[in-house]
């Protein structure tokens, strides 16, 4: 299977079940919040994501794969665990940088700001 393909995949049953082998032990991973190198902690930060938010699910808009970069554009969304549980909504695109067949960037790059997400945690819903 390529790369191309395990992403597809990967994105479909996020956070469950990722494919870490495709990742470069040294990975780069960025976005609004993280910024940090190692696959270890890119691992520790989807187990984090998976323990604290309910209803996480990814999905995939769009992939292309050119020469040493793979673009994606998505939607993740979930319920954040305040007591209320605010249903929470980002897209954005990803740049996989690849090496050897490896990623060893990952760059997120949402479409809104993160001040956007947070005061999506205090919208009230008009029944």
């Known amino acids: 299977m390529n790369l191309t393909e395990i992403i597809k995949q990967d994105y479909q049953q996020f956070p469950e079940n990722q494919t870490y082998s ?6 780069h991973f960025k976005d609004p919040i993280y910024n940090f190198y190692g696959l270890k902690k890119y691992q520790k930060m989807i187990a ?8 996480l699910h990814l999905e995939l808009h769009e992939i292309k ?14 319920n954040s665990p305040l007591p209320w549980q605010p249903f929470i909504c980002v897209s954005g695109r990803s740049e996989l940088k690849l090496k050897d067949n490896l990623i060893i960037g990952h760059y997120d790059y949402w479409d809104g ?4 997400m947070i ?3 205090f919208i009230i819903k008009k029944s």
């Open 113 to 116: 700001t993160f001040w956007d």
């Open 65 to 78: 794969h050119n020469n040493n970069q793979i673009d994606t554009r998505w939607t993740m969304s979930w």
């Open 48 to 55: 984090f994501l998976k323990k604290w938010f309910n209803n």
């Open 119 to 121: 005061k999506q945690h």
């Open 22 to 27: 495709i990742y470069d032990e040294n990975v």
